[in-house]
């Protein structure tokens, strides 16, 4: 009964991350035309770089929302660890916030250095691209610590919580963000401006429910330099696995943002928008897995590990699958009935179908990541980026110099099939040693092959000179027949799933 009850909650976990990333991207994806309509291709070029500047951000979170995470998810094993829950989230609190500060006067200091001297802009002032820049560094200050609070709650396993606080903030930012272009300003100084708003509200509500979520205790939380120290190894290897892997991810977007016209720098950052939304399909199976696999590590339920490893493994291609290999070979379609500008659409196109096919590779990785955060062993992520960063970097230069936009996205599949063939089989030798076959013929070949026959064929058939209706019909079921076939076709994966629980299955807050 205990194990049903655990299986339940692991299930409704990840119902609620799927639920609450798929409306978050659609809220992402579904207001870009109108960002487009209002402000120009220039000005969503720059929401680019913002996004960019933020990932590369990332470094600075040290891997503390990780450590506090994993930390919540092994303190909550034990009744008589609740001072210690506070105590860290207090600690790690003072540290993210003092980051924040550091962020905001930095971006202060640079904005004019990043308008003028790095920004290759045509149609907007460069002190209205300043002044841009001003206001992001707000936006980051007030939004950093949300990343934290969004790891105390995954560790604290209320993610139907911080799904509901998500969906609702996603909702407001980019609906509210089209209301005040429409009736303020079309302006990107706008546009940012609204942000900070949001992000204000954002971190406030998630701190409120983070605290809320934490056991009663008699006495107050408190800094505690020592839960610092206790954690720092775990909390170092994800800082430089957090340092390279930014640097690996983001080092298209500062090339190509210094090297191309602000235009065509929107065109590309369309089409990495549009394939990098197949991170948020995995996403939610990784943050509901990871609270649970990290306690039968610690409680060295090896046989229950296994079996959730590779269900989680199995679902991660089963939902990432369908949807990357019809975005892949449908891009143009998509685009067309989405953006309806054939320009752009002309000019993403492509751009789109490489960058889906190394996102792909890069999302059926995550969980063997996962894994290997459960147990707390950081070096060998860490170690193979380092060699990707050194072997990499100049051919990521050398590609954007000869081939433009187009040589970024190769890089990005190289890189990821290095991981899918050298990192899986190094992790496998320590973690599972006797499981690795299993998971690329069970938990990724035998999807992959069932979903590709389905997709090509629905390509060679599909009807030409129809209306919009009648693709957009097309374009939806098939990745939804590959879906339904796929999982009928794998028992495990059937079994695991046991739809009749999904279809009665219910949200609660509590």
Same mark, same amino acid.
């Given at each position: 009964m205990v194990e049903k009850m655990k299986e339940s909650s692991v299930k409704k976990n990840i119902v609620a991350n799927f639920a609450g990333k798929a409306w978050a991207s659609i809220m992402s994806l579904v207001f870009i035309p109108l960002y487009i309509k209002f402000m120009g291709i220039e000005a969503y070029g720059l929401i680019g770089i913002f996004v960019s500047l933020i990932a590369l951000l990332a470094i600075l979170d040290m891997g503390l929302s990780s450590t506090l995470s994993r930390e919540? %998810?092994? &303190?909550?094993?034990?009744?008589?660890?609740a001072q210690e829950s506070k105590d860290l989230v207090r600690t790690m609190e003072f540290v993210y916030w003092g980051v924040g500060i550091i962020i905001g006067v930095g971006f202060l200091a640079l904005a004019p250095l990043i308008a003028h001297y790095w920004v290759n802009t045509q149609g907007i002032p460069a002190q209205t691209v300043q002044q841009a820049v001003l206001i992001?560094?707000?936006?980051?200050?007030?939004?950093?610590?949300?990343?934290?609070y969004d790891g105390g709650l995954v560790g604290l396993q209320r993610q139907v919580l911080l799904n509901t606080v998500r969906s609702v903030m996603a909702t407001i930012q980019h609906?509210? %963000?089209? &209301?005040v272009l429409w009736f303020i300003s079309p302006s990107i100084l706008v546009y940012f401006t609204w942000q900070i708003f949001i992000s204000i509200i954002q971190t406030l509500l998630l701190a409120h429910f983070v605290w809320k979520s934490l056991p009663a205790t008699h006495k107050q939380s408190a800094f505690q330099k020592n839960l610092l120290r206790k954690n720092w190894r775990f909390a170092a290897g994800m800082t430089g696995i957090s340092v390279v892997a930014t640097i690996l991810t983001q080092t298209d977007k500062i090339i190509l943002s210094k090297l191309l016209p602000l235009r065509v720098f929107g065109y590309y950052m369309l089409a990495a928008t549009v394939g990098n939304a197949l991170a948020y399909l995995v996403q939610p199976i990784s943050a509901a897995l990871f609270p649970k696999l990290t306690q039968l590590v610690f409680d060295k339920e090896q046989i229950n590990l296994s079996s959730l490893y590779h269900n989680g493994c199995k679902l991660a291609s089963l939902i990432v699958l369908p949807a990357a290999m019809t975005l892949a070979l449908f891009s143009r379609e998509i685009l067309t009935l989405w953006i309806r500008d054939a320009e752009i659409v002309q000019h993403s196109f492509f751009l789109v179908s490489l960058m889906v096919i190394g996102t792909a590779i890069n999302s059926l990785m995550v969980l063997p990541y996962t894994l290997q955060l459960a147990y707390?062993?950081?070096?060998?992520?860490?170690?193979?980026?380092?060699?990707?960063?050194?072997?990499?970097?100049?051919?990521?230069?050398?590609?954007?110099?000869?081939?433009?936009?187009?040589?970024?996205p190769i890089v990005w599949i190289i890189l990821n099939a290095g991981y899918l063939f050298i990192l899986i089989p190094l992790m496998h030798r320590r973690l599972l040693s006797s499981e690795m076959k299993k998971w690329y013929l069970h938990d990724i070949g035998a999807p992959f092959l069932i979903i590709a026959s389905i997709v090509l064929l629905s390509r060679v058939l599909m009807p030409v000179d129809v209306s919009k209706y009648i693709t957009l019909l097309w374009l939806i079921l098939t990745p939804l027949t590959a879906f339904i076939i796929t999982s009928v076709s794998l028992p495990s994966t059937r079994a695991w799933i046991n739809w009749s629980k999904l279809r009665n299955f219910s949200f609660s807050m509590k």
């Open positions: 919540l %998810a092994r &303190l909550s094993t034990s009744e008589d660890t992001m560094g707000l936006v980051v200050a007030f939004q950093w610590p949300a990343s934290l609906a509210g %963000a089209v &209301l707390g062993w950081t070096k060998l992520v860490f170690s193979q980026n380092v060699i990707s960063t050194i072997l990499l970097v100049p051919l990521m230069i050398i590609m954007v110099n000869n081939y433009g936009a187009v040589g970024a």
